[in-house]
Protein backbone atom coordinates (compact mmCIF):
# COMPACT_ATOMS: atom_id res chain seq x y z
CA UNK A 1 0.00 0.00 0.00
CA UNK A 2 1.17 3.23 -0.84
CA UNK A 3 -0.25 7.07 -0.46
CA UNK A 4 1.89 10.27 -1.26
CA UNK A 5 1.19 13.54 -2.81
CA UNK A 6 3.65 15.17 -4.81
CA UNK A 7 6.34 12.84 -3.51
CA UNK A 8 6.44 14.80 -0.06
CA UNK A 9 3.24 13.69 1.84
CA UNK A 10 4.11 10.22 2.65
CA UNK A 11 2.66 9.13 5.90
CA UNK A 12 4.27 6.44 7.44
CA UNK A 13 1.16 4.84 8.66
CA UNK A 14 0.50 3.27 5.22
CA UNK A 15 4.32 2.24 4.74
CA UNK A 16 4.28 0.48 8.16
CA UNK A 17 1.15 -1.68 7.30
CA UNK A 18 3.68 -3.65 4.78
CA UNK A 19 4.77 -7.03 6.15
CA UNK A 20 2.52 -6.37 9.10
CA UNK A 21 2.14 -9.27 11.25
CA UNK A 22 0.34 -10.34 14.22
CA UNK A 23 2.80 -10.54 16.14
CA UNK A 24 3.77 -6.76 15.34
CA UNK A 25 0.15 -6.18 15.95
CA UNK A 26 0.14 -7.46 19.70
CA UNK A 27 3.64 -5.59 20.64
CA UNK A 28 2.18 -2.64 19.40
CA UNK A 29 -1.56 -2.75 21.10
CA UNK A 30 0.36 -4.00 24.31
CA UNK A 31 2.65 -0.17 23.86
CA UNK A 32 -0.29 1.97 23.02
CA UNK A 33 -2.09 0.91 26.04
CA UNK A 34 0.86 1.50 28.04
CA UNK A 35 1.16 4.95 26.40
CA UNK A 36 -2.28 5.77 26.95
CA UNK A 37 -2.56 5.21 30.63
CA UNK A 38 0.55 7.26 30.71
CA UNK A 39 -0.78 10.08 28.60
CA UNK A 40 -4.24 9.90 30.92
CA UNK A 41 -3.01 12.34 33.68
CA UNK A 42 -0.80 14.27 31.23
CA UNK A 43 -3.27 15.53 29.11
CA UNK A 44 -5.96 16.09 31.94
CA UNK A 45 -3.06 18.39 33.67
CA UNK A 46 -1.87 20.08 30.61
CA UNK A 47 -5.69 21.16 29.35
CA UNK A 48 -6.52 22.57 32.97
CA UNK A 49 -3.40 24.52 33.10
CA UNK A 50 -3.67 26.01 29.53
CA UNK A 51 -6.40 27.90 31.10
CA UNK A 52 -9.26 25.51 29.35
CA UNK A 53 -10.55 22.34 30.95
CA UNK A 54 -9.72 18.83 31.28
CA UNK A 55 -12.11 17.67 28.44
CA UNK A 56 -9.95 20.00 26.16
CA UNK A 57 -6.48 18.32 26.90
CA UNK A 58 -8.21 14.99 26.83
CA UNK A 59 -9.87 15.90 23.15
CA UNK A 60 -6.58 17.32 22.20
CA UNK A 61 -4.65 14.05 23.12
CA UNK A 62 -7.40 11.46 21.41
CA UNK A 63 -7.91 13.41 18.00
CA UNK A 64 -4.08 15.12 17.81
CA UNK A 65 -3.13 11.81 18.62
CA UNK A 66 -4.56 9.49 16.39
CA UNK A 67 -4.14 11.75 13.27
CA UNK A 68 -0.27 12.52 14.09
CA UNK A 69 0.19 8.85 13.89
CA UNK A 70 -1.92 8.03 10.81
CA UNK A 71 -0.61 10.74 8.85
CA UNK A 72 2.21 11.79 10.41
CA UNK A 73 6.11 11.21 9.41
CA UNK A 74 7.66 9.19 11.58
CA UNK A 75 6.61 5.27 12.97
CA UNK A 76 6.72 5.72 16.74
CA UNK A 77 5.58 9.52 17.49
CA UNK A 78 2.82 10.39 20.16
CA UNK A 79 0.84 13.37 19.54
CA UNK A 80 -0.86 15.54 21.66
CA UNK A 81 -0.63 18.06 24.17
CA UNK A 82 2.53 19.35 25.57
CA UNK A 83 3.96 21.17 28.60
CA UNK A 84 5.65 23.53 25.80
CA UNK A 85 2.28 25.34 24.90
CA UNK A 86 0.88 26.15 27.88
CA UNK A 87 2.26 29.51 28.39
CA UNK A 88 1.65 30.36 24.97
CA UNK A 89 -2.03 29.03 25.11
CA UNK A 90 -2.72 30.21 28.44
CA UNK A 91 -1.52 34.21 27.05
CA UNK A 92 -3.97 34.07 23.59
CA UNK A 93 -6.69 32.78 26.25
CA UNK A 94 -6.58 35.58 28.14
CA UNK A 95 -6.03 38.08 25.44
CA UNK A 96 -7.98 36.88 22.73
CA UNK A 97 -10.48 34.03 24.23
CA UNK A 98 -11.30 30.91 23.35
CA UNK A 99 -12.16 31.57 20.33
CA UNK A 100 -9.19 33.33 19.34
CA UNK A 101 -7.03 30.42 20.47
CA UNK A 102 -9.27 27.97 18.07
CA UNK A 103 -8.04 30.69 14.93
CA UNK A 104 -4.70 30.67 16.51
CA UNK A 105 -4.60 27.05 16.06
CA UNK A 106 -6.06 26.64 12.67
CA UNK A 107 -3.61 29.55 11.37
CA UNK A 108 -0.43 27.88 13.07
CA UNK A 109 -1.83 24.16 11.32
CA UNK A 110 -2.31 26.19 7.82
CA UNK A 111 1.52 27.27 8.59
CA UNK A 112 2.53 23.96 9.15
CA UNK A 113 1.14 22.30 6.29
CA UNK A 114 2.78 25.16 4.14
CA UNK A 115 5.89 24.45 5.76
CA UNK A 116 5.90 20.79 4.81
CA UNK A 117 4.87 21.00 1.18
CA UNK A 118 7.68 23.93 1.18
CA UNK A 119 10.32 20.62 2.24
CA UNK A 120 11.38 23.00 5.04
CA UNK A 121 11.48 20.18 7.33
CA UNK A 122 14.82 20.07 7.40
CA UNK A 123 15.39 23.82 7.95
CA UNK A 124 13.76 23.79 11.53
CA UNK A 125 16.52 21.76 12.51
CA UNK A 126 19.24 24.00 12.70
CA UNK A 127 17.83 25.92 15.13
CA UNK A 128 20.73 26.65 17.61
CA UNK A 129 20.97 24.11 20.45
CA UNK A 130 21.55 27.30 23.12
CA UNK A 131 17.88 28.80 22.23
CA UNK A 132 16.20 25.27 22.31
CA UNK A 133 18.21 24.94 25.51
CA UNK A 134 16.99 28.20 26.86
CA UNK A 135 13.59 28.02 25.95
CA UNK A 136 12.30 24.86 27.01
CA UNK A 137 14.36 25.96 30.18
CA UNK A 138 12.24 29.21 30.30
CA UNK A 139 8.87 27.26 29.72
CA UNK A 140 9.78 24.67 32.71
CA UNK A 141 9.73 27.34 35.18
CA UNK A 142 7.05 28.99 33.92
CA UNK A 143 4.80 26.02 34.21
CA UNK A 144 6.18 25.31 37.84
CA UNK A 145 5.24 28.69 38.75
CA UNK A 146 1.31 28.21 37.20
CA UNK A 147 1.22 25.26 39.71
CA UNK A 148 1.63 26.97 43.06
CA UNK A 149 -1.75 28.11 43.22
CA UNK A 150 -2.87 24.42 43.22
CA UNK A 151 -0.45 23.17 44.92
CA UNK A 152 -0.72 25.51 48.24
CA UNK A 153 -4.68 25.40 47.73
CA UNK A 154 -4.73 29.44 47.96
CA UNK A 155 -7.54 29.33 46.27
CA UNK A 156 -7.00 32.59 43.84
CA UNK A 157 -9.65 33.07 41.14
CA UNK A 158 -7.45 35.45 38.91
CA UNK A 159 -3.84 34.83 39.11
CA UNK A 160 -1.71 37.42 36.98
CA UNK A 161 0.16 35.94 33.56
CA UNK A 162 3.26 38.15 34.08
CA UNK A 163 5.62 35.45 35.80
CA UNK A 164 7.09 38.47 38.15
CA UNK A 165 3.31 39.73 39.07
CA UNK A 166 2.35 35.85 39.98
CA UNK A 167 4.82 35.69 42.60
CA UNK A 168 4.46 38.89 43.87
CA UNK A 169 0.64 37.44 43.76
CA UNK A 170 1.83 34.15 45.83
CA UNK A 171 4.16 35.98 48.31
CA UNK A 172 1.25 38.31 49.47
CA UNK A 173 -1.21 35.42 49.76
CA UNK A 174 1.46 33.21 51.55
CA UNK A 175 -0.58 32.91 54.82
CA UNK A 176 -3.33 31.31 52.91
CA UNK A 177 -2.16 27.96 52.65
CA UNK A 178 -4.41 25.03 52.81
CA UNK A 179 -2.35 22.73 54.44
CA UNK A 180 -4.07 19.47 53.99
CA UNK A 181 -4.05 20.53 49.70
CA UNK A 182 -0.24 20.84 50.30
CA UNK A 183 -0.12 17.87 52.15
CA UNK A 184 -2.23 16.34 49.28
CA UNK A 185 0.52 17.84 46.31
CA UNK A 186 3.98 17.17 48.21
CA UNK A 187 2.84 13.24 48.91
CA UNK A 188 2.23 13.12 45.21
CA UNK A 189 5.51 14.48 44.22
CA UNK A 190 7.13 11.86 46.66
CA UNK A 191 4.94 9.04 45.18
CA UNK A 192 5.83 10.72 41.69
CA UNK A 193 9.39 10.69 42.77
CA UNK A 194 9.93 7.21 43.87
CA UNK A 195 7.56 5.37 41.76
CA UNK A 196 10.77 4.56 39.14
CA UNK A 197 12.87 2.82 42.08
CA UNK A 198 9.57 0.74 42.46
CA UNK A 199 8.64 -0.44 39.23
CA UNK A 200 9.61 0.82 35.72
CA UNK A 201 6.36 -0.69 34.70
CA UNK A 202 3.54 1.79 36.28
CA UNK A 203 3.82 5.48 35.80
CA UNK A 204 4.48 7.45 38.66
CA UNK A 205 2.26 10.20 38.07
CA UNK A 206 -0.19 7.67 37.25
CA UNK A 207 0.04 5.36 40.48
CA UNK A 208 0.19 9.21 42.37
CA UNK A 209 -3.06 10.03 40.63
CA UNK A 210 -5.20 6.64 41.55
CA UNK A 211 -3.58 6.80 45.08
CA UNK A 212 -4.34 10.52 46.34
CA UNK A 213 -7.77 10.65 44.38
CA UNK A 214 -8.39 7.71 46.96
CA UNK A 215 -7.14 9.10 50.21
CA UNK A 216 -8.62 12.33 49.11
CA UNK A 217 -12.05 10.55 48.85
CA UNK A 218 -11.33 9.12 52.12
CA UNK A 219 -10.50 12.44 53.97
CA UNK A 220 -13.61 13.64 52.54
CA UNK A 221 -16.14 11.44 53.14
CA UNK A 222 -15.09 9.95 56.85
CA UNK A 223 -12.31 12.43 58.26
CA UNK A 224 -14.77 15.94 57.35
CA UNK A 225 -11.60 17.24 55.71
CA UNK A 226 -12.85 20.35 53.22
CA UNK A 227 -11.37 22.78 50.74
CA UNK A 228 -8.90 20.29 48.79
CA UNK A 229 -10.37 21.15 45.16
CA UNK A 230 -10.81 18.07 42.79
CA UNK A 231 -11.22 18.33 38.93
CA UNK A 232 -14.83 17.66 39.34
CA UNK A 233 -14.93 21.25 41.93
CA UNK A 234 -13.93 23.62 39.17
CA UNK A 235 -14.89 21.96 35.53
CA UNK A 236 -17.65 19.93 33.84
CA UNK A 237 -16.67 16.73 32.48
CA UNK A 238 -19.21 15.50 29.57
CA UNK A 239 -19.32 11.93 28.83
CA UNK A 240 -18.58 12.17 25.03
CA UNK A 241 -16.11 14.22 22.39
CA UNK A 242 -17.95 17.45 21.78
CA UNK A 243 -19.79 17.90 18.92
CA UNK A 244 -17.79 19.97 16.40
CA UNK A 245 -18.37 23.24 15.90
CA UNK A 246 -16.71 26.32 13.53
CA UNK A 247 -15.08 28.69 15.89
CA UNK A 248 -15.97 32.01 15.39
CA UNK A 249 -13.85 34.96 14.36
CA UNK A 250 -15.38 37.67 17.00
CA UNK A 251 -13.28 41.00 16.30
CA UNK A 252 -13.04 43.62 18.94
CA UNK A 253 -15.15 46.83 18.87
CA UNK A 254 -13.73 48.50 15.73
CA UNK A 255 -11.63 45.97 14.44
CA UNK A 256 -11.98 44.11 11.20
CA UNK A 257 -11.66 40.28 10.71
CA UNK A 258 -8.28 40.47 8.49
CA UNK A 259 -6.98 43.53 11.50
CA UNK A 260 -8.13 40.59 14.32
CA UNK A 261 -6.16 37.99 11.97
CA UNK A 262 -3.15 40.14 12.01
CA UNK A 263 -3.22 40.36 15.39
CA UNK A 264 -3.26 36.54 15.84
CA UNK A 265 -0.52 36.29 13.45
CA UNK A 266 2.31 36.31 15.70
CA UNK A 267 0.61 33.65 18.20
CA UNK A 268 -0.69 31.48 15.21
CA UNK A 269 3.68 31.74 14.09
CA UNK A 270 5.20 30.86 17.81
CA UNK A 271 2.81 27.92 17.52
CA UNK A 272 3.79 26.42 14.64
CA UNK A 273 7.54 26.94 15.14
CA UNK A 274 7.34 25.63 18.66
CA UNK A 275 5.25 22.77 17.07
CA UNK A 276 7.60 22.04 14.93
CA UNK A 277 10.53 22.36 16.71
CA UNK A 278 9.09 19.93 19.49
CA UNK A 279 8.00 17.08 17.20
CA UNK A 280 10.75 17.10 14.81
CA UNK A 281 13.32 16.72 18.23
CA UNK A 282 11.05 14.28 19.58
CA UNK A 283 11.45 12.34 16.09
CA UNK A 284 15.02 13.05 15.60
CA UNK A 285 15.64 11.14 19.54
CA UNK A 286 13.14 8.68 18.49
CA UNK A 287 15.08 8.14 15.44
CA UNK A 288 18.34 7.44 17.61
CA UNK A 289 16.35 4.60 19.49
CA UNK A 290 15.05 2.75 16.63
CA UNK A 291 17.62 3.27 14.12
CA UNK A 292 14.48 4.77 11.73
CA UNK A 293 14.13 7.59 9.92
CA UNK A 294 11.17 9.75 9.92
CA UNK A 295 10.36 11.95 6.86
CA UNK A 296 10.51 15.67 8.51
CA UNK A 297 8.00 17.36 5.89
CA UNK A 298 5.62 14.55 6.24
CA UNK A 299 5.34 15.00 9.96
CA UNK A 300 4.99 18.41 9.92
CA UNK A 301 2.26 18.24 7.18
CA UNK A 302 0.71 15.53 10.11
CA UNK A 303 1.26 18.04 12.78
CA UNK A 304 -0.54 20.65 10.89
CA UNK A 305 -3.39 18.72 9.75
CA UNK A 306 -3.94 17.73 13.45
CA UNK A 307 -4.02 21.34 14.77
CA UNK A 308 -6.41 22.07 12.03
CA UNK A 309 -9.09 19.82 12.95
CA UNK A 310 -8.45 19.93 16.81
CA UNK A 311 -9.64 23.52 17.30
CA UNK A 312 -12.96 22.66 15.38
CA UNK A 313 -14.23 20.07 18.49
CA UNK A 314 -12.81 22.30 21.43
CA UNK A 315 -8.74 21.31 21.44
CA UNK A 316 -5.84 23.25 22.31
CA UNK A 317 -2.30 22.85 19.87
CA UNK A 318 -0.74 19.40 19.58
CA UNK A 319 2.72 18.24 18.70
CA UNK A 320 4.72 15.44 18.93
CA UNK A 321 5.90 14.29 22.70
CA UNK A 322 9.52 13.65 23.57
CA UNK A 323 8.39 11.91 26.82
CA UNK A 324 5.31 9.60 25.85
CA UNK A 325 6.75 9.10 21.96
CA UNK A 326 10.07 7.24 24.58
CA UNK A 327 7.44 5.33 26.17
CA UNK A 328 5.97 3.77 23.39
CA UNK A 329 9.23 2.99 21.92
CA UNK A 330 9.98 1.13 25.18
CA UNK A 331 7.11 -0.64 26.12
CA UNK A 332 7.91 -2.71 21.80
CA UNK A 333 5.91 0.45 19.61
CA UNK A 334 7.12 0.35 16.44
CA UNK A 335 4.24 1.12 13.97
CA UNK A 336 1.61 3.89 14.29
CA UNK A 337 -0.73 1.06 15.03
CA UNK A 338 0.38 1.72 18.70
CA UNK A 339 -0.51 5.48 18.79
CA UNK A 340 -3.87 4.86 17.28
CA UNK A 341 -4.50 2.46 20.12
CA UNK A 342 -3.45 5.17 22.56
CA UNK A 343 -5.72 7.38 20.97
CA UNK A 344 -8.62 4.57 21.55
CA UNK A 345 -7.68 4.43 25.19
CA UNK A 346 -7.97 7.81 25.76
CA UNK A 347 -11.34 8.18 24.17
CA UNK A 348 -12.50 4.97 26.38
CA UNK A 349 -11.18 6.87 29.30
CA UNK A 350 -13.46 9.95 28.05
CA UNK A 351 -16.16 8.04 27.57
CA UNK A 352 -16.42 5.06 30.93
CA UNK A 353 -14.33 7.03 33.07
CA UNK A 354 -15.49 10.74 33.02
CA UNK A 355 -16.98 10.64 36.79
CA UNK A 356 -13.76 9.15 38.23
CA UNK A 357 -11.65 12.15 36.50
CA UNK A 358 -13.62 14.33 38.32
CA UNK A 359 -12.19 12.87 41.82
CA UNK A 360 -9.14 13.72 40.93
CA UNK A 361 -7.17 16.43 43.80
CA UNK A 362 -6.22 19.74 41.94
CA UNK A 363 -3.16 19.20 43.96
CA UNK A 364 -2.45 16.17 42.45
CA UNK A 365 -2.35 17.46 38.83
CA UNK A 366 0.14 20.41 40.25
CA UNK A 367 2.65 17.68 41.55
CA UNK A 368 2.52 15.92 37.81
CA UNK A 369 3.49 19.37 36.06
CA UNK A 370 5.65 20.52 38.71
CA UNK A 371 7.85 16.89 37.90
CA UNK A 372 6.84 17.72 34.06
CA UNK A 373 8.50 20.89 34.91
CA UNK A 374 11.76 19.34 36.62
CA UNK A 375 12.54 16.86 33.74
CA UNK A 376 11.98 19.77 30.91
CA UNK A 377 14.27 21.91 32.71
CA UNK A 378 17.27 20.15 31.57
CA UNK A 379 19.24 21.57 34.28
CA UNK A 380 22.35 19.11 33.85
CA UNK A 381 22.77 20.65 30.35
CA UNK A 382 22.57 24.04 31.06
CA UNK A 383 25.29 22.97 34.10
CA UNK A 384 27.22 21.12 31.21
CA UNK A 385 27.24 24.30 29.09
CA UNK A 386 29.22 26.58 31.47
CA UNK A 387 32.01 24.54 29.81
CA UNK A 388 30.70 25.49 26.43
CA UNK A 389 31.90 28.72 25.08
CA UNK A 390 30.89 31.94 26.96
CA UNK A 391 28.26 33.16 23.63
CA UNK A 392 26.92 29.88 23.29
CA UNK A 393 25.99 29.87 27.21
CA UNK A 394 24.50 33.70 26.90
CA UNK A 395 22.28 32.96 23.91
CA UNK A 396 20.64 30.26 25.70
CA UNK A 397 20.82 33.13 29.25
CA UNK A 398 19.31 35.32 27.09
CA UNK A 399 16.31 33.27 25.72
CA UNK A 400 15.67 31.92 29.15
CA UNK A 401 15.17 35.02 30.71
CA UNK A 402 13.32 36.18 27.79
CA UNK A 403 10.92 33.42 28.19
CA UNK A 404 10.61 33.98 31.61
CA UNK A 405 10.31 37.83 31.75
CA UNK A 406 8.71 38.59 28.31
CA UNK A 407 6.87 35.62 26.16
CA UNK A 408 7.96 32.56 23.66
CA UNK A 409 7.58 34.53 20.59
CA UNK A 410 9.87 37.39 21.81
CA UNK A 411 12.39 34.77 23.35
CA UNK A 412 12.70 32.83 20.15
CA UNK A 413 13.10 35.74 18.09
CA UNK A 414 15.71 37.38 19.75
CA UNK A 415 17.76 34.16 20.49
CA UNK A 416 18.21 33.35 17.13
CA UNK A 417 18.98 36.98 16.30
CA UNK A 418 21.53 36.46 19.02
CA UNK A 419 22.97 33.21 17.80
CA UNK A 420 23.07 34.31 14.13
CA UNK A 421 24.87 37.63 14.85
CA UNK A 422 27.37 35.68 17.00
CA UNK A 423 27.90 32.56 15.09
CA UNK A 424 28.77 35.67 11.88
CA UNK A 425 31.31 37.07 14.48
CA UNK A 426 32.87 33.59 15.27
CA UNK A 427 32.82 32.79 11.18
CA UNK A 428 34.73 36.27 10.50
CA UNK A 429 37.17 35.68 13.16
CA UNK A 430 38.36 32.39 11.85
CA UNK A 431 38.12 33.69 8.35
CA UNK A 432 42.10 35.62 8.37
CA UNK A 433 44.17 37.36 5.82
CA UNK A 434 48.00 36.97 5.03
CA UNK A 435 50.33 38.79 3.03
CA UNK A 436 53.35 36.90 1.18
CA UNK A 437 56.63 38.39 1.05
CA UNK A 438 59.94 36.91 -0.63
CA UNK A 439 59.44 33.88 -1.67
CA UNK A 440 56.40 31.05 -1.56
CA UNK A 441 57.35 27.52 0.18
CA UNK A 442 56.45 24.61 -2.18
CA UNK A 443 55.81 22.39 0.38
CA UNK A 444 53.17 24.14 2.16
CA UNK A 445 50.98 24.56 -0.52
CA UNK A 446 48.29 22.99 -2.19
CA UNK A 447 47.66 24.94 -5.46
CA UNK A 448 51.22 24.53 -7.39
CA UNK A 449 52.54 22.65 -9.64
CA UNK A 450 54.72 20.22 -8.35
CA UNK A 451 58.60 21.66 -7.93
CA UNK A 452 61.30 21.55 -5.20
CA UNK A 453 62.15 25.46 -6.08
CA UNK A 454 60.59 28.13 -4.01
CA UNK A 455 58.26 30.31 -6.18
CA UNK A 456 59.77 34.25 -6.36
CA UNK A 457 56.85 36.90 -5.74
CA UNK A 458 58.70 40.05 -8.50
CA UNK A 459 58.97 43.24 -6.86
CA UNK A 460 56.12 45.06 -7.73
CA UNK A 461 54.08 42.57 -6.87
CA UNK A 462 51.76 41.81 -3.65
CA UNK A 463 50.41 38.39 -2.82
CA UNK A 464 47.38 38.48 -0.47
CA UNK A 465 45.65 35.20 0.72
CA UNK A 466 42.37 34.59 2.25
CA UNK A 467 41.07 32.16 4.13
CA UNK A 468 37.57 31.60 4.84
CA UNK A 469 34.28 32.55 3.18
CA UNK A 470 34.45 36.22 1.87
CA UNK A 471 31.16 37.87 3.90
CA UNK A 472 30.36 41.23 4.52
CA UNK A 473 32.23 39.94 8.27
CA UNK A 474 36.04 39.60 6.34
CA UNK A 475 35.49 42.09 3.58
CA UNK A 476 36.06 45.40 5.25
CA UNK A 477 39.03 43.71 7.40
CA UNK A 478 40.92 42.61 3.65
CA UNK A 479 39.82 46.13 2.28
CA UNK A 480 41.24 48.40 5.42
CA UNK A 481 44.50 45.92 5.20
CA UNK A 482 45.22 46.66 1.45
CA UNK A 483 44.65 50.16 2.31
CA UNK A 484 47.72 50.42 5.10
CA UNK A 485 50.07 49.36 2.31
CA UNK A 486 52.82 51.55 2.18
CA UNK A 487 53.03 52.20 -2.23
CA UNK A 488 50.95 50.46 -4.33
CA UNK A 489 52.55 47.67 -6.21
CA UNK A 490 52.07 47.40 -10.06
CA UNK A 491 50.26 44.08 -9.60
CA UNK A 492 47.97 42.57 -6.19
CA UNK A 493 47.30 38.95 -6.49
CA UNK A 494 44.36 37.85 -4.39
CA UNK A 495 44.78 33.93 -3.43
CA UNK A 496 41.10 32.74 -3.21
CA UNK A 497 41.62 29.16 -3.10
CA UNK A 498 40.11 29.00 0.62
CA UNK A 499 37.16 31.18 -0.26
CA UNK A 500 33.84 29.20 -0.18
CA UNK A 501 31.97 31.55 -1.37
CA UNK A 502 31.40 35.26 -1.83
CA UNK A 503 28.52 37.09 -0.73
CA UNK A 504 26.91 40.40 -2.03
CA UNK A 505 29.37 42.46 0.70
CA UNK A 506 32.70 41.36 -0.46
CA UNK A 507 31.97 40.85 -4.33
CA UNK A 508 31.18 44.70 -3.81
CA UNK A 509 34.36 45.14 -1.66
CA UNK A 510 36.53 43.32 -4.31
CA UNK A 511 35.05 45.70 -6.64
CA UNK A 512 35.65 48.86 -5.01
CA UNK A 513 39.15 47.57 -4.56
CA UNK A 514 39.79 47.00 -8.26
CA UNK A 515 38.58 50.27 -8.80
CA UNK A 516 40.89 52.24 -6.26
CA UNK A 517 43.88 49.91 -7.93
CA UNK A 518 43.29 51.14 -11.53
CA UNK A 519 43.26 54.49 -10.69
CA UNK A 520 46.27 54.15 -8.58
CA UNK A 521 48.12 52.05 -11.49
CA UNK A 522 47.57 48.98 -10.22
CA UNK A 523 46.33 45.61 -11.71
CA UNK A 524 44.41 43.18 -9.47
CA UNK A 525 44.96 39.36 -10.40
CA UNK A 526 42.98 36.48 -8.92
CA UNK A 527 44.52 33.19 -8.14
CA UNK A 528 42.84 29.50 -7.42
CA UNK A 529 39.44 31.27 -7.51
CA UNK A 530 36.62 27.72 -7.05
CA UNK A 531 34.13 27.31 -9.58
CA UNK A 532 31.33 27.80 -7.48
CA UNK A 533 33.19 31.56 -6.51
CA UNK A 534 33.87 32.19 -10.35
CA UNK A 535 30.01 31.71 -11.41
CA UNK A 536 29.48 34.34 -8.67
CA UNK A 537 32.04 36.66 -9.96
CA UNK A 538 30.58 36.04 -13.93
CA UNK A 539 27.36 36.40 -12.80
CA UNK A 540 27.87 39.50 -11.85
CA UNK A 541 29.45 40.84 -14.10
CA UNK A 542 32.96 41.03 -12.53
CA UNK A 543 35.10 38.96 -14.43
CA UNK A 544 34.42 40.71 -17.75
CA UNK A 545 35.34 43.86 -16.02
CA UNK A 546 38.51 42.26 -14.43
CA UNK A 547 39.09 40.66 -17.32
CA UNK A 548 39.13 36.59 -17.88
CA UNK A 549 42.89 36.64 -18.24
CA UNK A 550 43.18 37.85 -14.79
CA UNK A 551 41.30 35.22 -12.97
CA UNK A 552 44.13 31.99 -12.73
CA UNK A 553 43.91 28.87 -11.83
CA UNK A 554 46.72 28.48 -9.31
CA UNK A 555 49.60 30.34 -7.83
CA UNK A 556 51.92 29.52 -10.45
CA UNK A 557 50.27 30.96 -13.23
CA UNK A 558 48.81 34.15 -11.29
CA UNK A 559 52.54 34.83 -10.74
CA UNK A 560 53.80 34.58 -14.09
CA UNK A 561 50.43 36.66 -15.05
CA UNK A 562 51.73 39.15 -12.71
CA UNK A 563 55.45 39.02 -14.39
CA UNK A 564 54.04 40.21 -17.20
CA UNK A 565 51.94 42.55 -16.18
CA UNK A 566 54.85 44.53 -14.02
CA UNK A 567 57.01 44.25 -16.82
CA UNK A 568 54.63 46.18 -19.39
CA UNK A 569 54.16 48.77 -16.46
Partial sequence: ?????????????????????????????????????????????????????????????????????????????????????????????????????????????????????????????????????????????????????????????????????????????????????????????????????????????????????????????????TGIMTIGDLYELPTGIPAPNLPKLEPEEGQTVMQLLQSLFPSAFTIAMLGAIESLLSAMVADGVTGDRHDSNTELIGQGIANI???????????????????????????????????????????????????????????????????????????????????????MLTTFLLTVIFDLTVAITVGMLLAIVLFLRRISLSTSVQMFHGDIDPNSESDMYLTDEKLHIPDDVEVYE????????????????????????KVRVIRMRKVPFIDSTGLHNLEMLCERSRRSGTTVVLSGVRDNVRDTLINAGFAEKLGEENICPNINVALARASVLATKQ
Fill in 1 to 225: MNFSVKGVFRPQFFSALRDYDRTRFGKDVMAGLIVGVIAIPLAIAFGISSGVGPTEGLVTAIIAGFIISALGGTRVQIGGPTGAFIIIIYGIIQQYGLSGLAIATIMAGILLVIMGFSRLGSVIKFVPYPVIVGFTAGIALTIFSTQMNDLFGFGLQNVPANFIDKWICYAQNATHVHWWTLGVGLVSLLIIFAAPRLSKKIPGSLLAIVIMTFVVWLLKRYAGV
Fill in 309 to 395: VVPFFGGIPATGAIARTMANINNGGRTPVAGIVHAVVLLLVLLLFGQLVALIPMACLAAVLIMVAYNMSGWRTIVGMLKNPRSDFMV
Fill in 466 to 489: IDGPYFFGIANKFDDMVRLARTAP
